[in-house]
């Protein structure tokens, strides 16, 4: 078990809909990244917060938002729904100091079915 | 920016052999950190390695080891005795020194023949 729970497991909706993810990192860790993958494809990153600050953004469309709350969860958000947004979406969490040598450690991920 | 190659779409390995994914890597950062995750069939990331770019010694985690070779840029990762549920597909990853950003390779699928 990592420590990092996402929610939910599994997620079936239509095209055009609106759907939240929700992660909540390790207890202590500070960054929060998101990333997509999609069928036999790798993980492409999407977004990373630190201590509720979004601090990168990678290949995150504009119909995808993201925020990390005071209480450091984070929450990720897709509208506007198309069929090639299915995928399975992490979570990963880690303390996210300076010393460059903490690893990300992945919640199970939800996947996404857009029909 | 950082990149991470994996030129091994897919392995095979007898069980019981010693098995090496190849990882070459891409950075202007001084200080960073490598790190392998094996994503099995049923969907989850599991870390596995770590190598800092100021350790001197291989990283080593029972059967797996990194194989480190700071000025070819390489970071492979060497499996001693394959079990058949080291079936899976395994991705190297690159730690960015200030921004704290992982890069992932596409991976490198796996599959231990009995």
């Known amino acids: 078990d990592s420590g990092v729970t996402q929610t939910p497991k599994h997620l079936i909706t239509a095209t055009g809909q609106r759907v939240t993810l929700r992660c909540s990192p390790r207890s202590g860790d500070l960054s929060v990244y998101w990333y997509q993958q999609s069928l036999d494809q790798g993980l492409q990153f999407l977004i990373q917060?630190?201590?509720?600050?979004?601090?990168a953004k990678g290949n995150i469309l504009e119909r995808f938002s993201a925020q990390q709350f005071p209480d450091l969860h984070s929450e990720l958000n897709l509208s506007s729904l198309e069929l090639g947004d299915s995928a399975l979406y992490f979570c990963?969490?880690?303390?996210?100091?300076?010393?460059?040598?903490?690893?990300?450690?992945f919640g199970n991920g939800t996947r996404l079915t857009v029909t | 920016a950082q990149k991470i190659t994996q030129t091994q779409p897919g392995m095979f390995v007898q069980e019981k052999e010693a098995v090496t994914l190849d990882c070459t890597y891409d950075t202007s950062d001084q200080s960073y950190g490598l790190f392998w995750y094996k994503q099995p069939s049923s969907g989850e990331m599991i870390f596995l390695i770590y190598?800092?770019?100021?350790?001197?010694q291989n990283a080593t985690e029972g059967r797996y080891s990194l194989n480190f070779q700071k000025a070819r840029k390489s970071a492979n990762l060497v499996i001693s005795a394959s079990q058949l549920g080291d079936s899976a597909m395994y991705f190297c990853?690159?730690?960015?020194?200030?921004?704290?950003?992982?890069?992932f390779g596409t991976g490198t699928s796996l599959t231990v023949i009995p």
């Open positions: 190598q800092g770019s100021y350790d001197e």
């Open positions: 917060y630190y201590n509720g600050e979004e601090r």
């Open positions: 990963a969490s880690s303390e996210g100091g300076r010393r460059g040598n903490s690893p990300l450690h």
């Open positions: 990853a690159i730690l960015g020194g200030t921004g704290n950003q992982f890069y």
